[in-house]
């Protein structure tokens, strides 16, 4: 079982960054990707991006350039640098790992982003 722990959320406002990190511990197999999703209130969770094992990496069209995913494979960890916030990106944002050789997933407990003046 893959245990996930985020950090880094919080209060900032318009234009601001903020980064993201998320740790993986337990009993950890082989980790096929890490990645990033967010659910505001009233709406389904989306992905915002994720980065395989091997280094690929797919953002949702509403990143257009301001964050950057990344991973520590040694650390095991996945980090989501975020620039040029904008109110709509308030969220609770939620850590991935999908692992094994049967693509299990496993979800952090979320950390809030608010972006507000």
């Known amino acids: 079982q893959v245990q996930l722990v985020e950090s880094g959320g919080g209060l900032v406002q318009p234009g601001g960054s903020l980064r993201l990190s998320c740790a993986a511990s337990?009993?950890?197999?082989?980790?096929?990707?890490m990645g990033w999703y967010r659910q505001a209130p009233g709406k389904q969770r989306e992905l915002v991006a994720v980065?395989?094992?091997?280094?690929?990496?797919n953002y949702a069209d509403f990143v257009t350039g301001r964050f950057t995913i990344s991973r520590d494979n040694a650390k095991n960890t996945v980090y989501l640098q975020m620039n040029s916030l904008k109110p709509e990106d308030t969220a609770v944002y939620y850590c991935?790992?999908?692992?094994?050789?049967?693509?299990?997933?496993?979800w952090g407990q979320g950390t809030q982003v608010t972006v507000s003046s």
């Open positions: 337990g009993r950890i197999p082989s980790i096929n990707a």
């Open positions: 991935n790992a999908n692992w094994g050789v049967k693509f299990l997933d496993s």
């Open positions: 980065i395989s094992s091997g280094g690929r990496i």
